[in-house]
């Protein structure tokens, strides 16, 4: 029970660091604004690491690479303490075979979650509230992905459902996801 406990708490953690550094990505690269709610979350809590980085990685053609290796630090240390606290077998030699093919994946998931956090918050503020400064900055990031999906899902009664029809791809998306992990661990 201990163990789940503390695997919850730092997969919260670790989600919110490693998605933040991926949506300070995602909006750099599109451009995005920091100057509204969303983006000053995302840089309160990813200037701590991503800054000291970037000293090292610049940017590069426009990606924020300081910005992605922080990601993919903060789920190599998350499941490196879940690799020493669980006692896996295997020892070092296992650790490191196994831990940086499960960062990798942990990389990706948070970018479907992010992207499906993000598609909700998008739906309900479409629905609410559309003169907020932060809907204007989700509208902005989902976009991109909107799009291709809208020209193949028309307008049903006025209704776009292709906010839904999106977020069952990303759910399609994990499933093939959590199946390539399996079978590339096993």
């Keep these: 029970m201990l163990y789940s406990i503390f695997s919850l708490v730092l997969d919260v953690l670790a989600g919110l660091v490693g998605g933040a550094c991926l949506l300070r990505l995602y909006m750099q690269w599109l451009r995005a604004p920091f100057s509204n709610p969303l983006g000053q979350f995302v840089l309160a809590v990813s ?6 980085l970037r000293r090292v990685l610049p940017l590069r053609a ?12 903060i789920e ?8 020493v606290v669980a006692g896996s077998g295997g020892g070092l030699e296992g650790a490191l075979t196994v831990v940086p093919v ?4 942990g990389v990706v998931r948070l970018a479907v979650s992010g992207m499906t956090g993000l598609l909700m918050v998008y739906a309900v ?4 509230q559309t003169r907020s400064p932060l809907y204007a900055t989700v509208e902005r990031l989902c976009q991109p992905l909107l799009q291709p999906v ?4 028309p307008l049903v009664g006025g209704i776009d459902l292709s906010p839904l029809a999106l977020l069952v ?3 399609i998306a994990g499933m093939v996801l959590g199946a390539l992990q399996a079978a590339v661990l096993h």
């Design 125 to 128: 503020l479409s629905w609410v």
């Design 150 to 153: 809208r020209r193949f899902v």
């Design 47 to 52: 200037n701590w690491i991503v800054l000291p």
């Design 62 to 73: 426009g990606w924020d690479v300081a910005s992605l290796l922080a990601a993919l630090v």
């Design 169 to 171: 791809l990303l759910q």
């Design 76 to 83: 190599l240390v998350q499941f490196a303490l879940l690799w």
């Design 102 to 105: 499960l960062a990798l994946f």
